[in-house]
């Protein structure tokens, strides 16, 4: 089976060399419009490139703030610290994640809880956040969410869309308001995902989006803040810019800030990227749907969006049988040349993350023995249409 679908992917890519999982598609208009910001000197946090991204970002996604951050880490930090996420709170959050989910929980010294994800979503379990509160909180006369055996308030939960598939937003939003919690969305991965039509990333207290490189668009290293409220977006763009006071040439800072604004150079490449996101995500769906049509057809299951929502489906993903055929599809497709890769280490068993609390992850751990993400990268000039 393995050699079938290394034979497939060769035939997506039209290629006898390397395939790697993913790599960013430039052509002449992102290397334009980066010699433009270089020639004119203004390539670091100040210049309207900058601008220019945040507005088309909020077009796109009709969030009504978009603030430009360095990368999505310092994106989802700013994020807890603008939910007022502070020493000894605990932050809920599922340990299928990547490392900066909770490497931001701690930034703040705060503590995460490791909640599991359904199987069908690799998200958040709306039913297994709903069990551990039953279990393990309780509303105080504060008003705040407590953690009845470790005494901590509980004070936010981050909800990730794992490869750009949606999670159970609803669900999970409404037990966060029963249970007076504020939830975040780790959108890094799916600008272009939609949850009943609206975007992710906008539908929670705030969201964060990432460009990192290997992300469906990029501009190099940087990411975005997502809010709808004008007191927070105004706080965001105070703090990521080291909380400087407006003047013409004092420095004063009336506060701890950070110096996580995105640079002009960076926004550059990103604002000709966005305008190709359309084609790529017709082109990563085109490929998503070859994968998905290979996989009813053998002993493995891809990955779908879940009813009512839209993925960008940035990494295609399959389930295998088991730990021993994850294993043998991994080294079989890498030692040919092509990228696959397995999920991240579930963060619970991090060294550095065994001390924290977490809850039930049966299929977290499930999920992790078993899934394999696939090559879904756009080529340049690469002409989809022969794959319909």
Not at 303 to 308: A, G, K, M, R, T
Request: glycine letters at 4%; charged letters at 20%.
């Amino acid at each position: 089976m393995s050699k079938d679908l290394i034979a497939l992917i060769r035939d997506i890519y039209q290629t006898n060399e390397s395939i790697p999982l993913h790599q960013p598609c430039f052509d002449v208009s992102e290397i334009e419009s980066v010699v433009d910001v270089v020639k004119s000197s203004f390539v670091s946090s100040v210049g309207e490139q900058v601008n220019n991204f945040e507005n088309a970002i909020s077009a796109y996604t009709k969030a009504t703030y978009a603030i430009a951050t360095v990368n999505g880490t310092a994106a989802l930090h700013m994020a807890l610290i603008l939910m007022g996420v502070e020493r000894d709170d605990e932050v809920l959050t599922q340990s299928l994640s990547f490392v900066a989910t909770s490497n931001a929980i701690q930034y703040c010294n705060a503590k995460p809880v490791f909640i599991d994800v359904d199987k069908d979503s690799l998200s958040l379990s709306p039913e297994k956040l709903m069990s551990f509160l039953e279990s393990n909180a309780v509303i105080k006369k504060d008003g705040f969410c407590w953690n009845k055996y470790t005494n901590r308030r509980i004070k936010a939960c981050i909800l990730m869309h794992t490869f750009g598939l949606p999670g159970r937003l609803e669900e999970v939003k409404s037990i966060c308001i029963k249970f007076n919690i504020l939830l975040i969305e780790d959108a890094a991965e799916s600008l272009g995902s939609f949850y009943k039509d609206t975007h992710t990333g906008t539908i929670a207290d705030i969201g964060i989006l990432s460009f990192n490189g290997n992300k469906i668009i990029t501009t190099g290293g940087g990411g975005m803040i997502l809010t709808n409220n004008d007191v927070l977006s105004k706080r965001a763009k105070h703090l990521t810019t080291t909380a400087k006071k407006n003047h013409p040439y004092l420095f004063s800072h009336d506060e701890l800030g950070f110096n996580y604004r995105l640079p002009n150079l960076n926004a550059s490449l990103g604002i000709p990227q966005l305008e190709k996101l359309p084609k790529f995500l017709e082109v990563k769906r085109v490929i998503a749907n070859i994968y998905k049509k290979w996989a009813s057809n053998s002993s493995y299951n891809f990955i779908s969006e879940l009813p009512n929502t839209k993925s960008n489906y940035w990494l295609s993903a399959i389930v295998t049988n088991d730990l021993k055929q994850r294993d043998e599809v991994l080294r079989k497709t890498n030692n040919s040349g092509i990228g696959t890769r397995p999920l991240w280490t579930p963060m619970h068993l991090t060294k550095f993350n065994e001390k924290f609390q977490t809850s039930d992850v049966e299929n977290t751990k499930w999920l992790f023995e078993r899934v394999v993400n696939l090559p879904s990268y756009v080529p340049n000039n690469f002409d989809h249409t022969k794959l319909l």
